[in-house]
């Protein structure tokens, strides 16, 4: 009995927990924000080829777009440009403050349903010099 007791205790030492190889931290789900957020939006895209968007409540000059479910690369995209969106692998998206992004659609091909976040980190402000114009008598 005090052998097995001795072997349980060695396979569970500290020593042995630090040789142990870096667990995988490429899944999505794992993944910490760039930069913490300021909204977080969530797009199921149903499988077969179908096409899915989401308007942002405010237009977005940066952002980031993570696969949380899925295996393969899909399309996604703004008004502008298209771009792979791959599991693992963030996808940074920096616009000029002139061509905001208002809308993020996705394409799914494939047979199983994928989830997207997006994370806004910037979005358009407007500065309140801009505004005098749209309310005349307002300073």
């Known amino acids: 009995m005090s052998l097995t007791l001795l072997f349980l205790i060695g ?6 927990a630090e040789n142990l190889p870096a667990l995988d931290q490429s899944s999505v789900e794992t993944q910490q924000p760039i930069q913490s957020p300021l909204k977080s939006y969530f797009l ?6 179908s ?39 963030p996808l940074k998206i920096n616009v000029d403050p002139a061509t905001p992004i208002k809308k993020i659609w996705a394409e799914n091909p494939y047979e199983k349903q ?16 801009l505004n005098h114009g749209d309310f005349p008598g307002i300073e």
Request: aromatic share 4%; hydrophobic share 30%; charged share 25%.
């Open 11 to 16: 396979c569970f030492s500290p020593a042995q």
């Open 44 to 49: 199921n895209v149903l499988a077969g080829g």
């Open 114 to 129: 994928v989830r997207l976040r997006l994370d806004v980190l910037e979005e358009l402000t407007s500065s309140p010099d």
């Open 51 to 89: 096409r899915q968007s989401i308007q942002l409540d405010s237009p977005a000059t940066r952002l980031v777009i993570y696969v949380q479910r899925g295996e393969k690369p899909i399309r996604c995209g703004d008004c502008m440009k298209t771009y792979n969106c791959t599991p693992g692998k």
